[in-house]
């Protein structure tokens, strides 16, 4: 079993920034393979950004140059700075670690709002 629980959501103004952390614990070996999904109201779950098996980086093209996914294999933790913020990225994200079965945190709302 793992557990993710994320944190540094919230309300923040549109051209601002929020920091998202995800802690990993239970039966996880490194920080390969997990990212962040969003989901916004009235739509699907979408990946944000991912750190591969391979240990590159993935980013949705909306977020390329604004939000950067970084991690720590030594505390199990993964993070979302954002950047440039917009109206538009209001959702609840999530974290993720994928494998032969996919473990999901329990989300952590953020609001882009003046």
């Known amino acids: 079993q793992v557990q993710l629980v994320e944190s540094g959501g919230g309300l923040v103004q549109p051209g601002g920034s929020l920091r998202l952390s995800c802690a990993a614990s239970?039966?996880?070996?490194?920080?390969?393979?997990m990212g962040w999904y969003r989901q916004a109201p009235g739509k699907q779950r979408e990946l944000v950004a991912a750190?591969?098996?391979?240990?590159?980086?993935n980013y949705a093209d909306s977020v390329k140059g604004r939000f950067t996914i970084s991690g720590k294999n030594a505390k199990n933790t993964i993070d979302l700075q954002r950047n440039t913020l917009k109206p538009e990225n209001t959702a609840v994200y999530y974290c993720?670690?994928?494998?032969?079965?996919?473990?999901w945190g329990q989300g952590t709302q953020v609001t882009v709002s003046s």
């Open positions: 993720y670690k994928g494998g032969v079965v996919v473990y």
């Open positions: 239970g039966r996880i070996f490194n920080i390969l393979n």
């Open positions: 750190i591969t098996t391979g240990g590159s980086t």
